[in-house]
């Protein structure tokens, strides 16, 4: 079993998934709960080891699991924002992907004022200079939810550095695995989000993926109320479209990823989606087009509620939403309407990650819409609601750190009695032709 090396980075865990499934093997995110306060090479109180991060160590860290993969050599390669979509896509073409950035914590002992946002601009402002100056190529982007993420923030400063080119670690694992003619996929995922330019290569994103607006976080709207100390965030008005720096990814690393393959002559394809569930939808329909008419109906997975290898051994056609929000939900709809349209028995295995906010669907409302949907249906992970206060803070760790393994680990044992191992090849030109299908635009330049 592996385990995500970062174990508060969603990126790290798909990125095991998509390793772990060309063994048949499961992804858990069961992790020590030391790591999560313990210092590590992810982790850091003090200012020390902050003043020598290297982006490259640290992504030779988070990719040392490609370790058990040595010898081996593929046909496809993928680079794109790590996700449980891309790690089924990854799946289909036998093979694992790249995220597009690293993740480190600056942690404080103390507690931090949450809605302060300019003591957290300032405090990013100084890390974030101590990290550029040993490093290049990167953005580094302090992401700060203060009601998605409002238990992380009391302690926790995330920041995610944004790789612009492929550095060295990248460039030996693609040496090392790709064949001589492989083909090296870069899905660029352009969700829009605002970042604040606090200095140069220095951002601040504030609010996240969900079903609140950037202008609702900024204007601190009606329902955000209840949710915050009666705060304004007025922040600089030097502020860039950019995209949201969990989900999405930039052209400027593409472009580098391009410029390798040229160089060393592999063939280079740009997957381009607006939102990282257009890459749910588009893996649903490789693996319905890999396997029909043997398909058992649906996986439907949501954050970390995911097995990559649970949908390939079960041939439960695979359907990852990112968070548990009415926006994410409504575009869900629609996308499995179109699915419910093939030849797939209405039936689904349904994992529910636990989160809070206004935005949040409840658990009653979260049931509702999968029974409208299909005839059979199979509720799992986290089925109460959970909070940030009192007892429903309590629920809310109980289902971070068992709820969610357990669905994975049933679902996966489930698998392991189908243990469908027949393998099913698309060649390049149908996977293309699903991606435009699917609405993707794909380019080779």
Known sequence: MLYPKIPFESSS?????????LFSDK????????????????????????????????TRYMLSNLNFLRGK???????????????HISSSLNTFFLPTHTTFVKASLRTLRVDDANSYIKSCSKIA????????????VLHYDPIHDRALLKHWLVFRIKYLSLNKVHKRIINHFLKKEGVLFYFENKQPWPWHRINEHVWFQLGGYGGLSFEEYQGVSERLVPWVDGVSWRLTP???????????????????????????GYS???????????????????????YKPRVNGFLIENFWAHSATAAQLS???PYWI???????????????????????????????YCATGPDIMNVKHWEGFFKLLFDKVEFYGAVEDVGFKGISAVKHLIADLFSIPNFVDHIYKLSKIINDKSSRTLDLRAFLKIARKSGLVVKHR
């Open 268 to 290: 280079f394809v740009r997957i381009k989606s607006e939102h990282i569930m257009d890459l749910s939808f588009f893996a649903a329909l490789v693996f319905y087009e890999m």
């Open 238 to 264: 030097n502020k860039s479209l950019m995209y949201d720096s969990e989900w999405g990814s930039s052209k400027e690393f593409g472009d580098s990823i391009r410029e390798f393959c040229n160089e060393h």
């Open 322 to 352: 990112p968070w548990p929000d009415c926006f994410s939900m409504l575009k869900a709809r629609k996308h499995l309407e179109k699915l419910l349209s093939l030849s797939i028995p209405k039936t689904a295995r349904i994992g529910r």
């Open 129 to 140: 200079k101590k990290v550029l100056s040993n490093n290049s190529d990167v953005d580094i």
């Open 73 to 87: 050599k593929f046909d496809n390669l993928l680079i794109g924002p790590g996700s449980g979509a891309l790690a």
């Open 13 to 21: 865990f798909f990125l095991e998934s998509s390793i772990a499934n």
């Open 27 to 58: 992804a858990s995110p069961r992790v020590p709960i030391s790591n999560y306060f313990i210092p590590n090479k992810f982790l850091f109180f003090s200012n020390l080891g902050i003043k020598t991060l290297k982006s490259e160590n640290l």
């Open 315 to 317: 041939r439960l056609v």
